[in-house]
């Protein structure tokens, strides 16, 4: 989040427009303050001020999926709610209410988080794709292409395994039997779902080491280490 924030307000150094790299912290851009090459999906909105940059688009829907994440929950709610603080350790609070007061009960936001976080994972893909750009324009791949790949793999990764989107594809559902389709896509939402802590950590990892390789790059720092062209 300190990160996130910092480099939300620097709105600088986000787009390499040799090999269309996009930083996917600045993915989608869509004010006209935007670099030129850097809207992917045109300028409906008008130069903003400087206290809004173009991330705030974006930034709070990833925030707010993550922050909801049940995995994220089990560890700041330790941490910070104390709920529980250890185990067989009594709570510090008066009575147990789990997410049916506020503040807690705003983790019901979560499902709704699940779908602007399908279509920002898209939205990335498509940045990797065009980032299939060498410098005379044509096909090329270098080290920031095969980091936006692992990045998209493991943005995918931990957005599908959502305990969300493993009730979404096999919730409410009194008979598996009568839906193959859907109990197969639920053994695999679970197969993901028992590796979401990793996907979790690995996914923000992942964003962060992108958005920061691609501003050196963008920056001057060093340049992009070609593979292909």
Partial sequence: MVYGTIRAFMNVWYWVPEYHYLAPFYSPCLSTSCVPGSSHFGQ?????????????????????????????????????????????????????????????????????????ALVIAAILTYDTVIAFHGADGGFGIGLGTVLMVVNVVLLWAYTLSCHSCRHLVGGK??????????????????????????????????????????????????????LIN
């Fill in 173 to 226: 559902l009194r008979h598996f039997s009568k839906h193959p389709v859907r109990y197969w896509l639920w053994t695999k939402a679970t197969w993901l779902n028992g590796r979401h802590m990793l996907l979790a950590w690995s996914s923000l990892v992942s964003v962060a080491l992108v958005d920061i390789y691609v501003m050196l790059v963008a920056a001057g720092a060093f340049p992009d280490l070609r």
């Fill in 44 to 116: 409906p909105f008008p130069d903003l001020v400087p206290w809004v940059p173009p991330p705030l688009f974006v930034l709070p829907f990833v925030l707010g999926f993550r922050l909801t994440c049940y995995y994220y929950r089990k560890a700041y709610y330790r941490a910070f709610w104390a709920s529980p603080p250890a185990c067989a350790v009594t709570e510090p609070h008066a009575r147990y209410t789990g997410e049916t007061r506020f503040p807690l009960i705003m983790q019901n936001v979560h499902r709704y988080f699940f779908y602007p």
